[in-house]
């Protein structure tokens, strides 16, 4: 016997931010950054085999200012890294960043002085997705875990609340660097 039960048929209970984070998370516009290998993955999640027009994405923006969802696709060098920061700070807000592929999350086999080791030394990242290269069903998954992130994001003074809620655990948390092992 909830309030639902007495509302005439055809009324929809919800909140503006759930109506927000729907229409958000169903019209996100991927900018493309393939740099390697990944990008023909990418490339790949794009065609009629994958259809990631179902998720309202079927247009790669070249344009940053088009674009809310940026896919770095393979290897970052030291000299493509002002580039990438260059397009994630001309991209309007709300803005999010997957970082596709080894390479792009941790520099992958790529451990010297001219690839950049994770593309979040550059930008936030929101999702990392593995994988050397990884599949294009992988790809659509890490998507659509965005997907979730931007249903459930607060908006307003709420959002401004979340933010500095996790500032703050960031500057508790405990520096990677002095991690020990895995069960740490």
Not at 11 to 27: N, P
Not at 62 to 77: C, E, F, H, K, Y
Not at 123 to 152: K, S, T
Request: charged residues 20%; aromatic residues 6%; neutral net charge.
């Amino acid at each position: 016997m909830g309030l639902e039960e007495k509302l005439p048929s055809g009324v929809l209970l919800t909140t503006v931010e759930k109506v927000a984070g729907y229409a958000r998370k169903g019209s996100l516009w991927p900018a493309t950054f393939g740099l390697a290998c990944c990008a023909i993955e990418m490339m790949a999640v794009g065609g009629p085999r994958y259809d990631l027009a179902r998720f309202g994405m079927e247009v790669f923006r070249a344009s940053p200012r088009q674009a809310d969802l940026m896919i770095v696709a393979g290897r970052v060098s030291q000299k493509m890294a002002p580039v990438l920061r260059q397009i994630y700070d001309q991209m309007a807000n709300p803005k999010w960043v997957l970082a596709m592929g080894a390479c792009a999350s941790s520099g992958g086999m790529f451990n010297n002085y001219a690839i950049v080791q994770g593309v979040d030394h550059v930008v936030p990242v929101d999702v990392y997705l593995p994988g050397c290269p990884p599949r294009p069903e992988m790809l659509i998954d890490a998507i659509l875990a965005i997907h979730d992130q931007i249903q459930d994001m607060k908006m307003g003074t709420n959002r401004k609340a979340e933010i500095r809620e996790l500032e703050a655990a960031a500057l508790v948390a405990t520096p990677t660097i002095e991690m020990k092992g895995l069960l740490a």
